[in-house]
């Protein structure tokens, strides 16, 4: 299957849950956190502030770019 997303992510991470929160990182240099669910469809979501990408581990295979 080919991935979903357009573009290479910055950074991605595997997570367990369809709820995943995202905060670009420590302190100042991150954005406001922010709560992202997963696409049952495609088990991933990419951050809109800095395109952060995860993906359940579930469906981490069919999400390799």
């Given at each position: 299957m080919?991935?979903?997303f357009s573009h290479d992510a910055p950074e991605t991470e595997i997570?367990?849950?369809?709820?995943?929160c995202?905060?670009?990182g420590e302190g100042a240099l991150g954005h406001p956190r922010v709560?992202?669910?997963l696409s049952h469809e495609t088990g991933a979501v990419e951050c809109?502030?800095?395109d952060k990408r995860f993906i359940h581990r579930d469906y981490a295979e069919d999400n390799a770019a």
């Open positions: 080919t991935s979903p997570v367990t849950a369809m709820r995943v995202c905060d670009g709560w992202l669910s809109p502030y800095c």
